[in-house]
């Protein structure tokens, strides 16, 4: 019995660092490609709708719409860098809060994603001065 048990518990382990590494790697490519302003960087984890509040525009959008509605606003403000000053969640849904600081100044960003799949997807973006 406690050899099963040493398994299972080394199996849930892998399991838990398995799914911790992919939900980072993610956030990683997100928080890189919103600092450098690669909308498609960010775009290929978008969901089918994202919830999107820029500059003081709300809306909820298709993913294609998402993506050119970040586009226009990297147009007019050029990324210099994204900072993370918080991070959180919980296996199935995290967060990111940082500073996106631009070519027109810093601005506050949040971002979240869920896990859909095995892959994680981005609900929500705020982008707010």
């Known amino acids: 019995m406690r050899p099963l048990i040493k398994k299972l518990t080394a199996t849930v382990a ?10 980072q790697g993610a956030l990683d490519d997100i ?3 919103i600092g450098s302003g690669n909308t498609g960087g960010v775009s290929r984890y978008f969901d089918n709708t994202v ?18 509605v970040l ?8 990324p210099k860098g994204f ?7 919980g296996k199935q849904h995290k967060y990111v809060i940082g500073t996106l600081k631009t070519s027109c100044g810093s601005y506050r960003a949040y971002f979240s994603v869920r896990e859909d799949g095995g892959r994680y997807v981005i609900q ?3 982008i707010e001065k």
């Open 14 to 23: 892998l399991m838990l660092v398995f799914t911790l590494a992919i939900a």
């Open 31 to 33: 928080r890189s490609s």
């Open 51 to 68: 919830s999107m509040t820029i500059a003081g525009s709300r809306g909820t959008y298709s993913s294609s719409q998402a993506e050119m």
């Open 71 to 78: 586009r226009g606003f990297f147009s007019k403000n050029n």
């Open 83 to 89: 900072t993370t000053e918080h991070s959180g969640g």
């Open 124 to 126: 929500e973006i705020r």
